[in-house]
């Protein structure tokens, strides 16, 4: 059974940085894409950036280009975001999730192209 845990968001100031895990569990988890998701209070869930399971392509949502990074680590099954040059608006609750296939297409920004969510972890920039 795979399964996946966010952990890292905390409260930060505009501008700062954080960078968020997610820890993968199961079999073969390191043979799919993974994804960045995030929800704030009163809007729809958001895809925030993509990783093919080399590591070697990713793709970003155009408000976070630029400020955010994901790489992965498949020794460790972890795949991180990290987040520079955070805004208010980046204020939400960050969930990873696992693709059905390895890499990033067109479709990367649709849920249902990811079977496996983990809980998510809140991330809060005040300005």
């Known amino acids: 059974q795979i399964q996946v845990a966010e952990s890292g968001g905390e409260l930060v100031q505009a501008g700062g940085s954080l960078r968020l895990s997610c820890t993968a569990s199961?079999?073969?988890?390191?043979?799919?894409?993974m994804g960045w998701f995030r929800q704030a209070p009163g809007k729809g869930r958001e895809a925030v950036s993509c990783?093919?399971?080399?590591?070697?392509?990713?793709t970003y949502a155009a408000s976070t280009e630029g400020r955010f990074t994901i790489s992965r680590d498949n020794a460790k099954k972890i795949v991180y975001l990290q987040m520079d040059n955070l805004k208010p608006e980046d204020s939400a609750i960050y969930y990873c999730?696992?693709?059905?296939?390895?890499?990033?297409?067109?479709?990367?920004?649709?849920?249902?192209?990811?079977?496996?969510w983990g809980e998510g972890t809140q991330v809060t920039v005040s300005s």
């Open positions: 990783i093919t399971w080399s590591g070697v392509k990713s």
């Open positions: 199961g079999p073969n988890v390191d043979v799919y894409g």
């Open positions: 999730a696992i693709r059905s296939v390895g890499y990033c297409s067109i479709s990367w920004q649709l849920e249902y192209n990811y079977p496996n």
